[in-house]
């Protein structure tokens, strides 16, 4: 039996003694995210809002199984939002889709959740009405004319089934429920009340395909009413996706358990949480690289200069040779020596350990 056949069902409960040490936790380590957040800078802020939104939006996606280009999102959203950077590229219509759904959960959290608005998302995910090569149901309920809906994870051929959602004539009746419950004031903790949401929506299914994605922008969006702001500083999806295994288990486990969810809620608040010291990571590195381009601001630097220290600092893949400076900044091996050189002279990169015809280097983030 599954969760949504139980006979109380969707009357969830928990163990609220047992998920106060996390829920304490969660809230203060969000609190002193949202305080050092509010100690940087506004451009310092807005690059760390591009950061987190570019990550959620990449990881949703791939979660799933689909890769987006990473320049493309942040282009996407970058416009969208009305920031100035450099690089902007064109994005495809799909990276457009996801982009537009995810900014509209997070930036308009405020606003009503209808079916409506779901069924936007939900075409903006797939502007050309298929998933992959598959035509699908785009923008309505799903049907049930491929058999029951099941949610699987795993490689096409070897999908290991987790659970099997409502039938579809259920569908119309069980989202205007959730709808209600989500629309009004759920008297619960913010993130509570994120991790029902995300788990009651899942349990449904209701579309053929894009349920996760949805779940997701959901979870943020609830979260971004207890805040009462649209800046995300850390990513949960991102998070989902560093712990997938655990995500689908625990779903699975609860799917196939009672309508006491303690479990889920356990595993939600600790992602969160996990997720957040990562974002602590991630806005001290955004830190780092504001004084960085502050101390150089001032600085005699050559275009070939700035566009390859922007690459490094932008999480640069394997170690910088002359040979790599030369390929990115479009210069002879030559000229990119020259660059190098100068920019160990002035402090901004080191040589690494060792040499040769391999000899590397490392940007110097910090003034140590």
């Known amino acids: ?21 996390l829920l304490a936790q969660a809230n203060k380590e969000q609190g002193r995210l949202k305080g050092k957040l509010e100690a940087m800078g506004f ?66 959290y405020d606003s009503t959740l209808t079916d409506e608005r ?73 993130l509570l009340a994120s991790g029902l949401a995300h788990l009651w929506f899942i349990s449904l299914h209701p579309f053929e395909d894009g349920n996760g994605r949805i779940a997701r922008a959901m979870a943020d969006m609830v979260i971004a009413q207890g805040e009462n702001s649209s800046r995300r500083s850390y990513s949960m999806s991102a998070q989902i996706r560093e712990e997938r295994d655990d995500y689908y288990n625990t ?7 009672s309508l006491n969810i303690t479990l889920w809620q356990e595993w939600f608040l600790g992602c969160l949480s996990r997720a957040i010291e990562k974002a602590h990571e991630n806005l001290d590195e955004a830190l780092l690289k504001a004084r960085f381009w502050e101390r150089y601001a001032k600085e005699p630097l050559n275009e070939r200069q700035i566009k390859v220290l922007n690459r490094i600092i932008d999480k ?40 040769g015809r391999s000899t590397s280097y490392s940007i110097v983030l910090d003034e140590a």
């Open 251 to 257: 779903l699975e486990r609860v799917q196939k358990s």
């Open 1 to 21: 039996m599954y969760i949504w056949q139980q006979a109380t069902w969707p009357n969830f409960t928990w163990d609220d003694m047992a998920l106060s040490p």
């Open 118 to 190: 779901l069924f936007s998302w939900h075409a903006a995910l797939f502007p050309t009405g298929r998933s992959g090569i598959r035509k699908i149901i785009v923008g309505a309920w799903r049907d049930d004319s491929a058999g029951p809906m099941q949610v699987v994870s795993g490689p096409i051929g070897r999908e290991t089934v987790h659970f099997e959602a409502p039938p579809a004539e259920h569908i119309p009746g069980e989202s205007a429920r959730f709808l209600e419950w989500f629309n009004q004031a759920k008297g619960i903790d913010p």
């Open 316 to 355: 640069f893949e394997g170690k910088l040779t002359s040979s790599k400076w030369a390929k990115i900044a479009k210069c002879s091996q030559d000229t990119a020596g020259r660059d190098i050189k100068d920019l160990i002279e002035r402090g901004a990169l080191r040589k690494d350990p060792g040499g």
């Open 43 to 108: 451009k310092t802020q807005r690059e760390a809002l591009l950061q987190t939104l570019t990550q959620d939006v990449i990881q949703s996606s791939d979660i799933e199984g689909e890769k987006l280009n990473s320049d493309q999102v942040r282009s996407s959203i970058a416009r969208r939002l009305g920031m100035d950077i450099d690089g902007l590229v064109p994005a495809d219509r799909n990276v457009e889709g996801v982009v537009e759904m995810m900014l509209d959960a997070t930036q308009e």
